[in-house]
């Protein structure tokens, strides 16, 4: 078997330095009187969004942000996580907080995105700041594709001018990643492609920036990479032995310039992201 040849692109180690530089951002904001404040809402007992929240808590704790989680029962009423959801926008000790997706049915994770106000946004979701990225101003930006382009930049990669191809056009990834990449001033040239896109073998052969977000093991073989590309696995799925593996297969490491790792390393800067926007939203206060 060929030797690989790409640098892997580490986004835990990327992860590990923000999440020095937030933790002095925020020891700053204490020194001024504001102690940055993040809430959870976690909504019933799925394991997967435990550990998640686990992760970013442990994070919080790391870099001095305040955390509170709040555990709701499974059954609870779409009322109630919408009082829930009221209490925090009205409470001026928080500085953002998130709820914790997937909720269980029969919520409408729409409904209660839309009610959180858009200046405690922290995961930069809420169509007020989807619609800012769209409109070119940005503000809040969404965590991941805020850490995919940390990613690129760390690492040099050029994107201005340079073909694109982000696989997946979720809400979470995907779409709004396309928005970020092409807004002027980053300037890649975009196709955004999805399950139902004819060549997608193709389209990606053609591009300098692979970025799958579609939780697909394997999607992305060697075959479909053109050589030096950078390739990037977002989407992530669960092996036979219950790891979490993403899209990009193995031996595209044999043709790639920059690859992710097997087992991911989008998800570290996802939540250093969050907490790069928290300590933003809070230094407004201050
Ligand atoms: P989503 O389900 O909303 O979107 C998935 C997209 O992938 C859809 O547009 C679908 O058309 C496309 N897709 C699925 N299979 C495909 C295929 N075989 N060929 C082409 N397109 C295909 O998901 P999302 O919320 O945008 O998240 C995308 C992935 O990223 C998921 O696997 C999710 O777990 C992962 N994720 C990872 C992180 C992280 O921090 N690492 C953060 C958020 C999401």
Do not use: W
């Not at 040849?5 to 204490?30: H, P, Y």
């Not at 697909?216 to 050589?227: F, S």
């Not at 043709?255 to 230094?283: D, E, Q, Y």
Request: with cysteine.
């Amino acid at each position: 078997m060929p030797a690989s040849r790409a640098c892997l692109l580490d986004g835990e180690a990327l992860a590990a330095r923000l999440r020095r530089e937030i933790a002095t951002a925020a020891a700053d904001l204490r020194v001024r009187g504001v102690t940055p404040k993040l809430v959870i809402v976690i909504v019933g007992d799925r394991a997967d969004s435990a550990a998640y929240v686990a992760r970013k808590s442990a994070d919080c704790a790391e870099t001095g942000i305040a955390a509170d989680i709040v555990r709701l029962p499974a059954q609870t009423t779409q009322a109630r996580l919408l009082d829930v959801v009221a209490e925090l926008n009205r409470d001026p000790a928080v500085h953002g907080f998130m709820v914790q997706l997937p909720l269980p049915a029969p919520l409408d994770e729409t409904a209660v995105l839309d009610a959180i106000d858009p200046a405690k946004d922290v995961d930069g979701c809420h169509p007020v700041n989807l619609g800012r990225l769209l409109a070119g101003t940005p503000d809040i930006v969404p965590c991941t594709p805020a850490g995919v382009l940390a990613l690129l930049r760390h690492h040099e990669i050029a994107i201005a001018g340079r073909a694109v191809a982000i696989i997946g056009r979720g809400m979470l990834v995907g779409r709004p990643l396309s928005m970020l990449l092409s807004l002027k001033g980053i300037d890649a040239t975009v196709t955004l492609l999805h399950s139902r896109s004819r060549d997608l073998a193709a389209t990606v052969h053609r591009a300098d920036i692979v970025v799958s977000a579609a939780g697909t093991i394997g999607l992305v073989d060697k075959t479909m990479v053109k050589p030096g590309a950078a390739v990037i696995g977002v989407g992530i799925s669960s092996d036979a032995d219950g790891r979490t593996v993403s899209d990009i297969d193995d031996a595209v490491a044999q043709v790639a310039g920059f690859v992710t790792p097997r087992h991911g390393s989008v998800g570290a800067l996802t939540r250093a992201m969050l907490l790069k926007n928290l300590v933003a939203i809070a230094a407004r206060a201050a």
